[in-house]
């Protein structure tokens, strides 16, 4: 299996968490720093925001509309009256960072300890990131079929992560080709691009599916609200989530409502990682653990009739009993008893042990 994760992200078992700040910073940089702080307080390994540069994302001459919808300047700011997911102009330039924003937004995840992912909307985004020497690069669901786009990205040679929803598997062939062909590495998060996605929408097995299907790591982007997808996702072997988060859903915004707020993204990432802990590593053994419920319980073979030497047990002889006395077989060596000649004379409610057979 091609193994992203491992070799580009983090080492170990537990996934690598992304919080998708997005634009749900409202164009406001205290904001963001804010949910870069939070974000570290939760306990993800990065944060993600979205680049646009509208002149090369735009159609020359197009003329955009004014941007609508009131942009919450705060987590407490919350208007009576919301608009819904859908509704919104796009682009909206009033939710984009400069070049200059965006660098020292990226200064303040690395003192904080956090990777800094970009998802970039065009090309001269892509150039940006590469000009900065990025770890990753993250290509969004809508641009998972362009082809001509997935094609400048992977020429650069940057690890890319590809979140893939409205997409079908015949397309995701053609473009994990794409990153193939010129050697860029790649892995794909496993995503529904409705927000915020229903438990029914999730389609988690596909999380198997596609595991086989590219011989990859395959994550999880989550649009959901609460928590059951991402961990049924850790649970399937999903090793890299991203996850939308919020100072607060009821905040005036594009993304808010189908977002996650911070001390619940703290216990999703929480709990994914005591799954990984209780998914354990496939052998099966006697635990440590299981010791004392074992002493208590366990019982002792023992003779139920009296024996003389030379004769041959039967398993119509034996019986497992408990006892407190210590010393002899447990049930689990039954195959190596019966069937076997007595060395000595045995009596009755005799506990057997290795000296008492041939």
């Known amino acids: 299996m091609k193994v992203f994760k491992e070799i580009y992200l983090k080492k170990g078992p537990e996934p690598y968490f992304i919080a998708e700040i997005g634009i749900n910073h409202n164009g406001n940089i205290n904001l963001a720093k804010k949910m870069i702080s939070l974000s570290k307080n939760a306990g993800v390994d990065a944060v993600k925001f979205q680049k646009r540069n509208f002149d090369d994302l735009l159609l020359d001459g197009i003329i955009l509309p004014e941007p609508t919808g009131y942009l919450s300047k705060d987590e407490y700011d919350i ?8 509704t919104w102009v796009y682009p909206d330039k009033r939710l984009e960072f400069s070049d200059e924003e965006i660098l020292e937004l990226w200064k303040y995840a690395d003192f904080n300890g956090l990777d800094f992912i970009v998802s970039p909307w065009e090309r001269k985004s892509v150039d940006f990131l590469v000009k900065h020497k990025s770890k990753v690069i993250k290509v969004p669901s809508i641009e998972a079929n362009n082809y001509l786009f997935c094609e400048y990205i992977a020429d650069k040679g940057i690890p890319t992560i590809v979140s893939c929803g409205m997409t079908t ?10 990153f193939d062909s010129v050697g860029c590495p790649m892995m794909l998060l496993h995503c529904t691009s409705s927000y915020p996605s229903s438990i029914e929408d999730k389609n988690l097995y596909c999380i198997s599916v596609m595991q086989k299907m590219f011989n990859m790591d395959i994550g999880f982007s989550g649009h959901g609200t609460g928590i059951e997808g991402t961990l049924a996702a850790v649970t399937l072997g999903a090793n890299v989530i991203e996850k939308h988060v919020t100072l ?5 915004g594009p993304d808010h409502a189908a977002s996650m707020e911070f001390n619940q993204l703290k216990e999703m990432v929480e709990k994914s990682k005591n799954i990984i802990k209780a998914l354990g590593n496939g052998r099966k053994y006697f635990l440590k653990s299981e010791e004392i419920l074992h002493k208590v319980l366990t019982k002792k073979i023992i003779i139920n009739c009296n ?24 049930p689990n060596q039954y195959y190596n008893v019966v069937g076997k000649k007595t060395a000595k004379d045995l009596e009755k409610n005799h506990i057997i042990t290795l000296e008492d057979f041939l």
């Open 307 to 330: 024996l003389k030497v030379g004769e041959i047990i039967t398993k119509d002889m034996l019986r497992t009993v408990v006892t407190k006395k210590e010393g002899g077989l447990l």
């Open 79 to 86: 208007p009576k009256e919301k608009k819904w997911f859908g």
């Open 248 to 252: 607060n859903k009821n905040m005036a």
């Open 169 to 178: 598997y015949e397309q995701l062939y053609k473009v994990v080709d794409i």
